[in-house]
């Protein structure tokens, strides 16, 4: 179990710049979660995958947010056209899914910062 | 008025002392309810995780449920400095996937 990764680690850009992230589940986990994160605050819910399919979004995700899981493993979220108040903690987290409840792991996240 | 309600401290406490930190929330519909641990610059490490009404205890953690009051405790004894953290409850209201999070109680145990 090597545990949910995800790159980078720290992304810095100019406003108005795509940025993606990719996040790498624990390998038997078929469910992922993107969560974003602001100082001071717990994580709040973005979108979240059982294998390839996308299958709920929060209304916090805008129309510049994107999320995919092309091949039901890995998965990318890419923010095109950032703006000062993306800057945030992007945490991804990964889940069995069994029909029940299992918890969810997550990864270091990646912490964008937007000039 | 929040979901979920956490005192965001800080709070300090000596090593040795026995930390309850708490959550309340407004929806009676949650069911499953979790305490993360959260280091600075890292995701947040799952605890424990209790389903409905009841205790549950795993070494030094205690974590208590009481729907009735919709509220959720956490109890650490015996507190020690690497129990230094921001703590975030979290529930949710069946095995669907969005997980609501208090936003986290920042402890510090002083050595």
């Known amino acids: 179990d090597t545990g949910v990764s995800q790159n980078p680690r720290h992304k810095i850009t100019k406003r108005g710049q795509n940025v993606t992230f990719r996040c790498d589940p624990i390998s038997e986990h078929n469910r992922l979660y993107w969560y974003r994160q602001t100082l001071g605050q717990g994580p709040e819910f973005l979108t979240y995958?059982?294998?390839?399919?996308?299958?709920?979004k929060s209304r916090l995700l805008s129309d510049r947010f994107s999320a995919e899981r092309p091949k039901g493993s890995f998965s990318t979220l890419e923010i095109q056209r950032t703006e000062q108040g993306d800057s945030a903690m992007y945490l991804c987290?990964?889940?069995?899914?069994?029909?029940?409840?299992?918890?969810?792991?997550f990864g270091d996240g990646t912490r964008l910062s937007i000039l | 008025q929040k979901e979920v309600e956490q005192d965001p401290g800080p709070l300090s406490v000596p090593e040795g002392a026995i930390v309850s930190l708490n959550c309340t929330y407004s929806n009676s519909a949650f069911q499953y309810f979790m305490w993360y641990r959260q280091y600075s610059r890292k995701g947040p490490e799952l605890l424990m995780y209790?389903?409905?009404?009841g205790n549950k205890e795993d070494g030094r953690f205690t974590a208590q449920v009481d729907k009735s009051s919709k509220y959720i405790s956490l109890f650490i004894r015996d507190s020690q400095p690497s129990d230094s953290a921001t703590y975030l409850c979290a529930m949710i209201k069946d095995y669907g996937q969005n997980f609501v999070f208090g936003p986290g109680t920042r402890l510090s145990v002083l050595p």
């Open positions: 995958f059982q294998n390839e399919a996308q299958l709920e």
């Open positions: 209790t389903y409905s009404s």
């Open positions: 987290a990964s889940s069995l899914g069994t029909g029940e409840y299992q918890p969810q792991h």
